[in-house]
């Protein structure tokens, strides 16, 4: 190993991370972290951190004036036998062990060298040694992924006014943006199918006739907080989804430097689509679903139907599956097949993600 690149939003101060960093260091590595001091309720944390950090020998930047540095990403430049090789983390959730077992999040370890060039102009902005030189594969805020997103909506759009396949789904925490709400409203009128999965704050009004007909949004209140943003396109049945920090909100397309990176993997695409995107938009006891009106209620099983869901315990029942040492990764997903039992096994007595607790972590995302 050559050298370590690290965003660090919301660590906690974990001595694991800290420390493997430092180490590393001490081993001769050449380590950069990006520090973000301005992470809300983990300001003493992260500046009393830095500190060990550039104590120990390690290069704290500390990001660009006026925006806060949001996006998850570690880039790991190593010697292989058959040359330099950039190894790449991309996710949504912060490095923080509490987080990591109280909310849903996604990542991607790969070595594309594509993704990896880009990760690699993403640090040299970073630490001010070059301008935003555009990207290969990412969506970058605050400097191009607005207009990125809002041409992907348009795409679909124009695609169903053509009679090609079109469809759009969206997870994220929050909806805000007026100018993507809007994009989403005429992609509606032309005929595409939009399910939004929505945690937190939605401004936009799903199923109002003539506006929002093929919109529907819910939200999924559960064991766990879902924190992940995954982003679905069909775009004339050659589907692109694309994962990452941001919201749909202005702070983080405006405010914020962001990466939302593409899934080109064909099987993983596959996977999160059914085994995530489809099972939660069939969750039917944890979901929430939003009226035009502005309410919410409650999802409920249909009789004679599919068994009743908890999405995230089947995916638990998913995970368990695959972690068994006789496993087969191209068996069918074992989440239509242990729904009823996931969905009806007892549970803990514990606290829903989502609802306050001074024994919980305030999610300031």
């Known amino acids: 190993m050559l050298a370590i690149k690290q965003t660090l939003y919301r660590t906690g101060g974990d001595p694991r991370i800290i420390g493997a960093l430092m180490d590393a260091v001490r081993n001769g590595k050449q380590v950069t972290a990006v520090v973000e001091l301005k992470a809300r309720f983990d300001e003493s944390n992260n500046i009393r951190w830095a500190r060990q950090l550039e104590d120990a020998g390690v290069h704290v930047i500390y990001g660009i004036v006026g925006f806060k540095i949001h996006c998850k990403t570690t880039l790991v430049v190593r010697r292989d036998e058959d040359g330099i090789r950039r190894y790449l983390h991309l996710g949504t959730g912060n490095y923080n062990p509490v987080t990591a077992r109280l909310y849903t999040d996604l990542s991607l370890l790969t070595c594309r060298p594509e993704l990896g060039e880009d990760a690699a102009d993403l640090f040299n902005i970073l630490t001010g040694l070059c301008r935003f030189p555009g990207m290969r594969r990412f969506l970058v805020a605050p400097f191009e992924m607005y207009e990125r997103f809002l041409r992907l909506i348009e795409r679909e759009r124009d695609n169903a006014r053509r009679g090609v396949p079109a469809r759009i789904i969206a997870k994220m925490n929050s909806l805000v943006v007026t100018d993507l709400i809007d994009a989403l409203y005429e992609a509606s009128q032309a005929g595409v199918q939009v399910d939004l999965i929505v945690r937190g704050i939605c401004c936009l009004r799903p199923g109002v006739p003539g506006l929002s007909d093929n919109i529907r949004v819910r939200s999924i209140v559960g064991r766990f907080l879902e924190h992940s943003r995954l982003f679905y396109f069909e775009n004339a049945c050659q589907p692109e989804i694309y994962v990452g920090s941001a919201d749909w909100m202005p702070r983080n397309l405006f405010k914020r430097v962001e990466v939302v990176f593409p899934i080109e993997d064909g099987n993983l695409r596959e996977q999160l689509l059914r085994r995530l995107l489809d099972v939660q938009l069939g969750d ?82």
């Open 284 to 365: 039917t006891l944890k979901a929430r679903l939003l009226e035009p009106d502005g309410t919410h209620r409650r999802a409920k099983p249909v009789p004679g139907q599919a068994p009743p869901l908890n999405s995230q315990e089947a995916l638990i029942a998913q995970a368990r599956a695959a972690a068994q040492p006789d496993s087969d990764p191209n068996r069918p997903s074992p989440a239509r097949a242990g729904l009823r039992h996931a969905a009806s096994r007892p549970l803990r007595p514990r606290l829903d993600a989502g609802y306050s607790s001074p024994h919980l972590p305030r999610e300031g995302t």
